[in-house]
Nanobody, 126 residues
Framework: QVQLVESGGGLVQAGGSLRLSCAAS????????MGWFRRAPGKEREFVAA????????WYADSVKGRFTISRDNAKNTVFLQMNTLKPEDTAVYYC???????????????????WGQGTQVTVSS
């Protein structure tokens, strides 16, 4: 059974930074694309960023490009989301998720991910 555990959320002022971590259990971590999604109050869960198994390819939502950086440490089965220049509209619960090797859908499609963490709250005050 795969478990994903996020950490690093909290309350920060606009313009500040946070670094989220997602620790994964299970085998062959370095073969899976890993993604970060978020759900703001009253909104649908949306794609934030994803990283390939080897860490050499990354994808970002337009709303976070240039501010957020996704990375991974395969030796520690962990994926990170460095969030800089945070804005109040970044306030949400952030989730990490695993995309199956067999998936052929887009990396931004939440339906293509099979395991999810419990989420970590990020609140950005103005």
């Amino acid at each position: 059974q795969v478990q994903l555990v996020e950490s690093g959320g909290g309350l920060v002022q606009a313009g500040g930074s946070l670094r989220l971590s997602c620790a994964a259990s299970g085998r062959f971590f370095n073969t899976y694309i890993m993604g970060w999604f978020r759900r703001a109050p009253g909104k649908e869960r949306e794609f934030v960023a994803a990283v390939s198994g080897g860490g050499d390819s990354t994808w970002y939502a337009d709303s976070v490009k240039g501010r957020f950086t996704i990375s991974r440490d395969n030796a520690k089965n962990t994926v990170f989301l460095q969030m800089n220049t945070l804005k109040p509209e970044d306030t949400a619960v952030y989730y990490c998720a695993r995309r199956p090797i067999t998936s052929r859908g887009g990396v931004a499609d939440k339906a293509e991910y099979d395991y999810w963490g419990q989420g970590t709250q990020v609140t950005v005050s103005s």
